[in-house]
Every structure is written in structure tokens, then in C-alpha cells.
């Protein structure tokens, strides 16, 4: 069923209020009894926006302390030349652990745990539209990366460095578990954020205030829309990276040892490829909170918002053209080079037009020079000094003589801290007022930004120097008589007046902090958005229309009307949660979404998920095996109480407009993430793809190595059938499945039951003719990539292989029919994916040897 | 503004898909006929490497004045008709977008002009 259009003449802005007064007795307390959070030990299984968000934020803070207080350690080693306060093994432990934590488990969960409080409100929302994801992500995040961290008490850290090279981290010269906590710990941190940006997309596109089209959209949500979207692009890479040098280290499958024709530069391009966005997607969401804070502040609305909106679009498109700036030092063609120089320095454009945009902002209004004022100011100034050292490393000929220096550690602290630790304060000071009953302190505020500011140039300046005399990073100690020794005492004293700061924001936080999600401390900077409106553990009481991009300054009883339930879906409809689904470009109400409610379903998959990682870790098969499969068990758990159906007829909402409680197809919400889901498989294949073509580019003559004989057409042909028959089955059940008449034909079950041993039989036929080839994955990096594509497929079909199964089962117990086909869609959308991915590997394998004829 | 919202979205990105095209087409021919010692390859009498990037650049260029104008005519009808502010925002956005494009792509396409293909 498809959710009806709404009549032409539809215009929020000219309409009467949508809900006339009095309201109907009991459906305020209606509403407030739907939302309440579960109380006792069952408080850890709530999924409102509000609690997640803030354990999230909590959990993300932590970590930034615990990093930070790793970087104090270092630099109290360092403070004086030829110092043994640690060990060299412990600082290298130190150093990957202190940038690890600080990319992996700080900078970009918390900017995604600030969206997940913030981006509901916002856009007056009720909820994200998969609040149980957030929880699972939240959860899985908190339990993997306290385990995580807690490795630095055991001496088993990695230690090759955040960004870990091989060879350094093969098994030939790191052949403890140290690498493997951070392959596997990071890379399932990572699909926890990938978890994130789908929600975040989702909810950005489906979830807003009525009228609040794209123009008017705030430019944080725009921001986390091309943040969420970078992921989804970005992060895979490090995803298949993480799982190509797991593969080496445990299985010796040589992607990296040039020896058996593989290449360390393989993974210095998957990771730099999500590398160097990472540090984009870590600063727009700043820049986005920043371009909040700045209009009330000056109290006017931002100057150049379409510009600023077209410079976060650029700059996300361009961050993916800056990868190889990081490899300026592996004697690449400078021709090469050049085309990475060009986008390092083209990104700054659309970096600097935010930057005037504030500035111009600024200049129009009146600033107040509170502490969220002071770290936006700060901010201004040390990341546009990052910037500026940023184009000279952009430049190869300079960075060939910093690489690898202080100079580089200087400038990726300065723009990393000023373009989202100063926001991120920032944020902090301007924001608890919404989820606190009172403000934070502005005298204790000052204090934390001038110690901070101060400590943080005091700190990294004198690096600048300290690195282009001569003193490379990640040395644990120096000789006396280096010219080094007062540059990098300074530095040390910086760096403890950073932690003076964060301490005194700790005292503040615990003076003034008192959460709450009802009677916060208000509008206290008479901010214009929607996250100031008068809320409660439901968001806003009824879901306003809005006009204009600073709805509070130019709807003046915005708030008194929306607190009165005089907008729209003021109560809930089927007595349970449910939030307001909206179209993506014109924010047109589409549907009512039932959301789910609180449940230990997300906490358990996410406690099983991180546990599978982490005993794999220690080579723990058997018990990480057991995790895994009650972690898929506790998914299916969740999902079988989703997908509810249309429970009751459509209801008026309010101001005319009747809608459906229940949609499907691509109104649908989680159509939306299913694709979602399939950009991010596509990106993982194209990065595996990039891969093997980037071996056979380093293995002339020798693809397919001498001996390597590759399999007769007639079997890859054979598996190609099958997959087109397997699709072809999933088509016709889908035809099968439509109607208004809830029909629930018996054909679709043994349609799609006959298309489960179809794609397992196509996937298993390749693997087996490879196995019979004689082709061995670990005797040449040929092998290792051949049978990378065919595992990832088999993975891929065994998903296919427990979504068939479970649509079956839903079939079986009758939660499936033609108009409740959510399930249904969702498991066809990804089994097409599976076949298309099937047929390019099998062309890839199969064909591109042969095409280049061995070249 | 006529024309489908997903339309509108690839309009208003066209420009830099382009250069995400430029980009992949310039650094993929000349990594692989570098890696691969073939330098000094040669069509119709050129250097394939900078002829690559030429026509890349030349390509991709003529796709996004394309683009732009068609946005810029977007825009233009939106400021004289009565529509949505969205489709003003959106076509807006494109010629912003587009013209932005224009710069890049010229700009990673003057190494050809500069620099040998492979040294």
C-alpha cells in the first residue's frame, strides 16, 4: 500500500492551525505513557532518542578523556630529553592507542551520538525512524570499546601506529594478537557507525517537521546528511581493509607481502581512501553545529546558507579526491601526484566559504561573547591555521620534507581539535540547556576555553618547529643537544593546561549537569530552530508546520501552539509510539510509522555481536562462533516484532489530512535503508574489485601466476544461469504478492524456497571450481584476491540464504501477505543485490584474466 | 522547474560526478600505463597519458557546462514562475554546484600541461 498523495493546494503556511482546542481528555497522557522509558534494570533497553543520544555522548567523552589522558603520559616522556618513564614498547602502544581512540571510538562517534539526541529535536521528529538501530549501535560501541581500551592494561595494544602499515603489522613482524584488537575490534566499531549513518540518512530525508522542505532544512541536518552519506562511501574501504589484513595474518593469504606478489601500498590506499574523509567527516558535523551556534549568537539568521549548503556538498565530493596526499612519500608518478594536490587544495574553498559565511554572520549581527561564542571564535582561529598549513603539506615538494615529522603532527592537531574538539565544547555549552534543568557555568565556561585555547597553542605551535628541525614522530625519546629539548617541554606544558580546561568543564558538568528530558532549562539563547521548543520524552507534543528556516523568530507562538497539541498527530493513533513520516524533498506527511518501543533485543545482538569480535581476537573459535549465531538470533528476535502491518485505518492527523498507518515500497522508511545497506555493499565489493585489479597492476606477467590454470566457461557459465534463475523466481513471487486484497498466495514461499538452493548452489559451484582449479589462496596474491571475491559472495549468499528463510517463516505464521510486504521487499531488494554482485565477480574472476591474456 | 526530483538532485550534482569521473578516468589510465612501464604508449601519434587527461578534462567539462546552463535555465524560469521554494533552493544549488565543478575540473586538468606522464 502506498501512502496517498496530498491535495495540490497542500501549503502548511497558509492553513489554519491543523488541531482545534480543547484537546480530546487522555491523549496527552496517552501520548507521555507511550514514550516513557522502561525504569529499573530495564532502563538500559530504552531507545528514545533522548537516552541513547546522551549515553552515547557520555561513552564518546569518555573515551576522549581516556585518549587524552594516554597523550599526557607521552608527553610527560617527552618533556625532557633521553626520559624512561615508559618504555618504547608501552609508547607505541600509547601512540596507536591515543590516535585509535581518539578517530575510532571519540571524534566520530561522538559527532554521531550529538545527532542522534539532536537531529529528532531539531526537526521535530518524534524519533529516528530505527531507534533500536541506535540503540544496537550505541551498545555495540560501548562494549566493544571499553574491551577495546581496556587491552592497554594487559600490554596486548596494537602498536604499529592508527593507521597501521603493513608490513609492520603482518605476522612476520607483529605476530602477537596486538594488530588483531585492533583489526577486529576497529573494524566492527566501524559497522556500528555505518549502523549510525543509516539511521541518520533515514532520518534526515524521512523524518521532519511539516513544511520544513530542503531549503529550509538547518544546516546541521544538511551537514549529518553528507557526514552519514560520506560513511556509507567512505568507511567500507577500511571495513575490507581491516578484513583483507585479517585474512593475511590468520590464514596467510598475501595481499601485502610483496614477496608472494602482494603490495603494502594496497592498504595505504583503502585506508586513506576512508582515511582522509574521515577527517571531512568529522569536521562537518562541526561546522554544521557551528553554523547553529553562530545566528543565535549574532542573533540573525546565516548569511550565504545556500552557500554553506553547497560547500558541504563539495566538500564531501572532494575529500574522496585527497586520498593519496598521505602517500606523497611512496614515490608515486608526480603526475599522479598532482591530481591529489589539485583536490587538496580545490577542498579549501568550499571550506573557506563556510568560514566567511560565519564571519559574515558575524559582521551582520550583534555577537554576545558567551563560552559557546568564545569556542566558535577559538575554532575560527585554530582551524584556519591548520587549513593554511594544510595547503603547504598539500604541496608534495613541502611535505616530502615534513612527512613524517612534528610539522605533521602539529597540523593535524590543529585542525583536528580546532575543527571539531572547539565546536564540539561549543555544542556542549550551547546544548545542555535542552537536556539539562540548568545551564552550564559561563564563568567556569571561560575558564575552560581560555586554558584550552592557550593550552592548545602552546602545545602544537613549538611542534611546528620542533618538526621542521628535524624531529620525527612516534619517537619515544631524543638525544640531549637536538635543539628539541625546551620546544617539546613547552609542548608538555600545553598540553596539561589542555587537561586543566577539560577538567574544569568536568566540574562544571558535574555542578550544573542534571539531565532531564521535561523541564529542561528552555530557550535560553532565544535560538530560532526546533530543538527549543518545549518537549518531553516524546519530542514535541504535537508535530509543527513550519515557514522558514528560523521558525521560532519568525512563528512567534510556534511554541505555545505546539505545546497545546494544536499541530499535527498531536496524541497516537494506535496507542502505541509512532513518528511522522515525511517526503524527502518537499517534507509532504506521507505515512504514520509505528516505531518500536524499548526492548533487550538490540542490547543482547549488540553485547553477542561485540563478543563475536572480540573472542575471534583471541582465538576463541568456538565460543566466537556460539556469539554469532545468538547475536543473529537476537536480530531476528528484533526484527520479528517490526513489521507490524496496517493495525487500523487510516487517521486524520489533523488539518484534513488522513494517512495510512502503514506504507510500503520506496515511501517506505526502510526501503530507504535497504539501499542504503546495498550503496554500502557496493562500496565493499568496488573497494575489493579496486583491489584485485591494483594486484594485477603490480604483478606484471604474472595474472594468473605461471601454473595457475583458470577454470573452463562452461562452469562460471553455469553459475551465472543460476543466479539469473534465482532472481528471476524472487521476481515472480514479488508479482505474486501484489494486490490490495491482503492475499498471502502459498506460490511466494515456494518460490523463494526454491531460489534459496538456486543462489547457494551458484555461489558454492564457483568456489568449488576454483578449489578444483587448484588454485591456493595463500601461494600468490592472485589466489588471496580470486578467493576474497568468491568468500565475500559466499557471506553475501548466506545472508541472502537467512533472510530467504526468515520471509518464509513469516509467511508460515501468517505476518505476511500483499500489503504487509515490508519483509518481503527488504529481503528482494538485497537478493537482487547478492545476484548483481554474484555475476560482476563471476565476470571479474573469470573474465579479466583472460581479457588481459596473463599481461 | 519541470522535470522528476531525482532529476533535479542529478542536475544539481551533476558537475561533480563529472569531476568524480575526470578523476577516476586521469588517475586510473595513468597509474595502470605507469605501473605498467608504458609510458611512452602512443594513439593516433599522441602520449595516451596526457591525451587521457585532455579528453577527460575536455569531456567532463563540456558535460558540466551542459549542466550549467540547463540549471542556470532552471533557475531562471524558477525566479519567473510562481513555484516551490524548494525548486528555486534546489536549481539554485545546481548552478552554484555546476559552476563550482567547472573550476575543479579545469584545475586538475593542468598537470597535463606541466608535468611529464610518468617520472
Known sequence: MNAPELPRSFDPGERELPNPLPRPEGEFETLKRAWKPPRGLA???????????????????????LAGILALIMRAQLASPENDLVSHGLYNQLFTMHGTVMMFLFAVPAVEAASVYLLPNMQAARDLPFPRLSAYAFWAYFVGGLVFFGTIFFGLSPDGGWFMYPPLTSTKYSP??????????IGFIEISAIAGAIEIIVGVMKTRAVGMTLDKL???????????????????AIILGTLLLEMERAFDWPFFIAERGGDPLLWQHLFWFFGHPEVYIIFLPATGMVSMIVPTMAQTPLVGYRLVVLALIATGFLSFGLWVHHMFATGLPKMSLSFFSAASTA????SGIQV????????????????????????????????????????????????????????????????????????????????????????????VFGLMFLGVNVTFLPMHVTGLIGMPRRVYTYPVGMGWDALNLVSTVGAFMIAAGVAVFLFDLARNFRFTSEDNAGNVWNASTLEWLPNGNYNTRSIPSITSRDPLWDQPNLSKDVEEGRYYLPGTVTGGREALVTSPFDARPQYILQVPGPGWQPVLAA????????????????????????????????LWETDPGPVRPPADIGGGIVLPVYATGPVNHSWWAMIVLMVVSGMVFTCLLFSYLFLWLVNPGAWPPQGVRIPDWIWPSLAALLYCACGALIAVASRQLRGSDRRSPRSVPVLVGVALPLVCGASALDLWTQWESGLSPSAHAYGAAVYAITSLQVFFVLTSLTMGAYTIARWLAGRLDSVRRTTFDNTMLFWYYTIGQGLVGLLMVHGFPRLTGGL | MGGSRTGQVLLMLAGLIAWAVQFTAIYGVTSTLCGRGWADATLLGMEVVPMTILSATFVTLAATAVALVWSFRSYRQAKRQPVAIVDDFISHAAVLVNGLSIVVILWHGIPAFILPACA
Not at chain 1, 222 to 234: S, T
Not at chain 1, 347 to 350: F, G, T
Not at chain 1, 359 to 386: E, H, N, W
Not at chain 1, 610 to 633: E, H, M, N, Q, R
Request: proline share 4%.
Open chain 1, 607 to 638: 553485547f553477542f555481536t561485540a563478543a563475536f569480535f572480540l573472542l575471534l581476537t583471541v582465538k576463541l573459535v568456538f565460543p566466537s562462533v556460539i556469539c554469532g549465531v545468538l547475536a543473529v538470533g537476537c536480530v531476528i528476535w528484533w
Open chain 1, 218 to 236: 538547518p544546516v546541521y541536518s544538511w551537514a549529518m546528511l553528507v557526514f552519514a552519506v560520506m560513511i556509507v562511501i567512505g568507511f567500507p
Open chain 1, 43 to 65: 532502563f538500559i533497553t530504552a531507545v528514545n532518542n533522548t537516552y541513547v543520544g546522551l549515553w552515547y555522548v557520555g561513552t564518546a567523552f569518555l573515551f576522549f578523556i
Open chain 1, 347 to 350: 577542498v579549501a574553498v568550499p
Open chain 1, 176 to 185: 602477537a594478537d596486538n594488530a588483531d584488537w585492533w583489526l577486529l575490534g
Open chain 1, 356 to 447: 566567511f559565511a560565519w564571519i559574515a554572520t558575524i559582521a551582520s549581527g550583534r555577537m554576545k561573547l558567551t563560552t559557546p561564542s568564545l569556542f566558535v571564535i577559538g575554532f575560527l582561529f585554530i582551524f584556519t591555521l591548520g587549513g593554511l598549513t594544510g595547503v603547504m603539506v598539500a604541496v608534495a615538494p613541502f611535505d616530502w620534507q615534513a612527512h613524517d615529522s612534528y610539522f605533521v603532527v602539529a597540523h593535524l592537531h590543529y585542525v583536528l581539535i580546532g575543527g571539531m574538539v572547539f565546536p564540539l565544547f561549543a555544542a556542549f555549552y550551547y546544548w545542555v540547556p535542552a537536556a539539562s534543568k540548568r545551564a552550564l557555568s559561563e564563568r567556569l565556561g571561560r575558564w
